[in-house]
């Protein structure tokens, strides 16, 4: 299988028309336990015209083994970063979509604490739906771009950032509740997982909401 590095082509056309890009791209949309992430990157022309860190991809295509040093790659080379969050029983009160509305929104507010003037930036908005403004009240320009996080460098990096954080996070949730193996599956529908659920039933981080019984295996 050939792997598509990512470039910055559209980031520097767009930073033509806009002083900064904020980059955005979920991870653990389909999992049936644990938060949905969205990792948002910051990306002005100075950074577009430095190196692409070594080994930056989308997250799914990194070795697990890898991901938390192109992770830290990632976080140096873009000017700020952040990860937003929405837990299990917020996606289980308002549904997946408008969690990650709601996750995107609060990366893009840790942003703006840390100094960065979002209403500057044009949101690079990774898949074919603007989640973001569909959530709520916002005055961004959110630009939604399909397979962004394996062709644009800013979204690869917000990918790769957001998915050490929630495999981070999944790791001390399975010290709470090792019999899920979620330091394995990260959540997703694992055959092990699956087989904890119906033994043990569900815990306070599992989707309630979804139909879990039938949720597909995916490992």
């Not at 029983?89 to 308002?94: A, L, N, S, T, Y």
Request: proline letters at 5%; one cysteine or more; hydrophobic letters at 45%.
């Amino acid at each position: 299988m050939t792997v598509v590095a990512p470039r910055l082509g559209l980031e520097r056309r767009l930073l033509k028309e806009h002083p900064l890009i904020i980059a955005c791209d979920e991870v653990g949309r389909g999992a049936l336990a644990g938060p949905v992430a969205v990792g948002a990157t910051v990306m002005d022309a100075a950074g577009a015209r430095r190196r692409i860190p070594a080994g930056l991809r989308d997250s799914k295509l990194v070795a697990e083994a890898r991901r938390p040093e192109v992770a830290e790659r990632a976080r140096a080379w873009v000017r700020a970063s952040s990860v937003g969050w929405a837990d299990a029983g917020e996606i289980d009160r308002v549904g997946i979509m408008r969690a990650l509305g709601l996750a995107a929104q609060r990366a893009i507010a840790d942003l703006r604490a840390a100094g960065v003037v979002v209403e500057e930036a044009i949101v690079l908005l990774d898949g074919n739906y603007d989640y973001i403004s569909a959530a709520g009240p916002a005055t961004l320009t959110v630009r939604p771009v399909i397979k962004a996080d394996r062709d644009c460098a800013s979204a690869s990096a917000a990918s790769i950032i957001a998915k050490v954080a929630r495999d981070e996070l999944m790791a001390r949730l399975h010290d709470e509740s090792p019999v899920y193996q979620w330091a394995r599956n990260k959540g997703y529908a694992s055959a092990d997982h699956r087989a904890a659920i119906r033994s043990h039933g569900l815990s306070p981080h599992h989707r309630s909401s979804w139909a879990i019984a039938d949720a597909p295996t995916l490992f």
